[in-house]
């Protein structure tokens, strides 16, 4: 019996999706594990426990949260901003954490509370929005309409909670921020397939200066070359508010696509990770439109590139001493991918397998080969054809 009871929890854990399994520990009140064992597909449960050493388990817990903390501190998402420039997009460097099996929490979109929205005239003409139509001042026999359908996927996309460490906050930054959110979620719901899309719930702790933000990194034993990062155990970005709000702005919104991406789909590729929170840095808002520019003044570095080493980089290799060729490449690359049908297509397709198997590894190659016509080598000719032929198009969502 005991065996079989055994059996049967095995059989339960290797049915189950990576994320899954995680959220099974955490509903069984065992979010501990979640951080400690190997979520990956063929790692068996009851092993991984008996290793633990559960006898002794509270120590066990404190050397492996230490290990964690020190990899973490290797691994976090990070943006290297030196110095502060107004020509900060040519010089900064953003780092990606090193993707765990792992998703940050998230909602379905379909189960979040949603804020009632009403819209309806008053006796003298005027039109009023609000969550509770009032009933004393609207006009007879006119009717009250509910918004609520129309706003909701907007309101309820990206939920921001905002932290000011020694100082009061800034409103403007901080509206500022959640309409950036707002804004990568917009963008990205047009190539995550609907049945990953999720609420994200992220946490920015927002620093009144860059000196303030130095002070705690060095605190935390950071690296002194970020500028921002996202930490994906606390879901939380630690974020300086820079001299320029344009800077601050954009910075935001690379480590906000990173942590969206890893809440959505989980890990994916380094250069397609960075290559869109590149993307994302190049947006600016034009009324309730989001739009991406090139940067066509660096794409002439890029002659005759190869998309193939490039999308076969390793993790390592890609910070290596070529990351800030690898990340003028992943940009370009991206945009080029969005900048036609194909390329969109074979980026939602993407983004669909990695929903579809999480922390499953496959070559760029077999990626290409499955979801773009010609495979890979025709997205590098084609890409190379685009650079030399120079009609970049601006991309308006």
Same mark, same amino acid.
């Given at each position: 019996?005991?065996f ?27 979010d ?12 068996? @449960?009851?092993? $991984? ?5 559960? =006898? #002794?388990?509270? !120590?066990?817990?404190?050397?492996? /949260? *230490? ?6 501190k ?32 998230t ?15 008053d ?5 009023h ?5 009032? @009933?004393?001042? $609207? ?5 009250? =309409? #509910?918004?609520? !359908?129309?706003?909701?996927?907007? /309101? *309820? ?18 509206s ?209 054809a685009?650079l ?10």
């Amino acid at each position: 019996m005991l065996f079989a009871f055994l059996l049967s929890i095995e059989v339960v854990w290797f049915s189950c999706e990576p994320f899954q399994r995680q959220q099974l520990l955490e509903a069984l009140g065992r979010d501990d594990l979640a951080r400690i064992i190997q979520l990956d597909p063929y790692f068996p @449960l009851l092993p $991984q426990i008996y290793q633990l050493r559960l =006898e #002794d388990h509270e !120590k066990a817990l404190e050397e492996i /949260e *230490q290990e964690r903390e020190l990899f973490e501190k290797d691994a976090e998402a990070a943006t290297s901003i030196k110095t502060e420039t107004l020509d900060w997009q040519a010089t900064g460097q953003h780092y990606a954490a090193r993707m765990l099996c792992r998703k940050p929490k998230t909602q379905n979109l379909d189960n979040v509370s949603k804020q009632k929205i009403y819209r309806w005239v008053d006796e003298d003409g005027h039109t009023h929005f609000g969550e509770k139509p009032s @009933l004393s001042n $609207q006009a007879p026999n006119n009717e009250v =309409e #509910d918004l609520t !359908k129309q706003y909701a996927a907007l /309101e *309820q996309a990206v939920q921001l909670s905002m932290e000011y460490p020694n100082w009061a906050g800034d409103s403007f930054i901080e509206s500022e921020l959640k309409k950036q959110g707002k804004m990568v979620h917009k963008v990205l719901s047009h190539y995550v397939p609907k049945e990953y899309q999720r609420q994200i719930n992220l946490k920015i702790i927002l620093f009144k200066n860059v000196q303030e933000f130095e002070d705690y990194r060095d605190e935390q034993k950071g690296n002194a070359q970020w500028g921002a990062y996202y930490s994906s155990a606390s879901n939380s970005i630690f974020l300086p508010r820079y001299s320029s709000v344009e800077q601050t702005m954009a910075v935001a919104r690379h480590e906000m696509t990173h942590a969206m991406l890893a809440g959505m789909i989980g890990p994916v590729p380094v250069w397609l990770n960075e290559g869109l929170a590149e993307y994302m840095e190049s947006f600016s808002w034009q009324m309730n439109t989001a739009i991406a520019q090139p940067r066509v003044e660096q794409y002439g570095r890029l002659k005759n590139t190869s998309m193939t080493k490039l999308a076969n980089t390793e993790h390592q290799d890609f910070y290596g001493s070529n990351q800030q060729m690898n990340y003028l490449q992943a940009a370009a690359s991206m945009y080029f991918l969005l900048d036609h049908q194909a390329g969109r297509q074979w980026l939602k397709r993407s983004l669909a397998f990695y929903g579809q198997n999480p922390c499953r590894k496959v070559s760029s190659d077999q990626l290409f080969a499955q979801a773009y016509p010609g495979g890979i080598e025709s997205a590098g000719r084609n890409f190379n054809a685009w650079l030399d032929k120079g009609k970049f198009s601006t991309h308006r969502y």
